[in-house]
């Protein structure tokens, strides 16, 4: 993170939420990361200026219930920041597939990639709610559309796994029949060539 005019990021609060998310501070930008327990960003908001929503000295954040504080030690107040919609929607996908909850996880991902295409991580979430589903085909799809690898070689090693367990047997009666059928030929062959010689003879 870096802005031009500002210099580099300069962290110093961090909040920690439920499901493992947690909120960090940055008093160079005046922006609030917000992330989830494997490190995707969720949201970003804030910044320096004299905007509403914009800080002069922003210096700690503190989380209350769907509300998210932040005091600006310049101008001695305190800023208070309203969860909207979409970020509640993606906080409930976060916290379900916390729990454990992958049917409810899927559907609010879902919601909240309709009200933000861009947000890979929703399609990443969906693919993990789905891949505990053990629906593997169907999970490394939303993995290759979030481009995270490692979930859709995952997805598609236990997808290719699943496949070969599930058709082995009659792969395997294949096998053997086209085997018979080889050594019932090559037998048949070595009948007529003992036919034909004796013929000659």
Not at 113 to 124: C, R, T, V, W
Not at 127 to 150: H, P, V, W
């Amino acid at each position: 993170m870096y802005s031009n005019e500002l210099g580099p990021s300069r962290l110093i609060d961090v909040d920690v939420g439920e499901s493992d998310m947690y909120s960090v501070l940055d008093s160079k930008m005046g922006r609030i990361f917000t992330y989830n327990g494997d490190g995707y960003l969720l949201h970003i908001f804030g910044g320096i200026g004299n905007r509403l929503g914009q800080f002069n000295t922003p210096v700690a954040l503190e989380r209350a219930g769907d509300r998210m504080l932040v005091l600006d030690k310049a101008l001695g107040e305190i800023t208070v920041f309203q969860t909207t919609e979409y970020g509640r929607t993606l906080h409930e996908a976060v916290h379900s597939y916390f729990n454990g909850n992958e049917d409810q996880a899927s559907v609010l991902f879902s919601k909240a990639a309709d009200m933000n295409a861009n947000l890979e991580y929703a399609y990443a979430g969906i693919g993990k709610a789905l891949l505990r589903q053990k629906e593997y085909a169907e999970s490394a799809q939303y993995f290759k559309r979030s481009m995270e690898r490692e979930g859709y070689s995952k997805a598609f090693l236990l997808f290719r796994k699943d496949l070969l367990r599930e058709h082995f047997s009659w792969m395997m009666s294949g096998l053997v029949l086209v085997a018979a059928t080889i050594v019932t030929v090559i037998i048949v062959r070595r009948q007529k060539r003992r036919t034909t010689n004796a013929g000659v003879k």
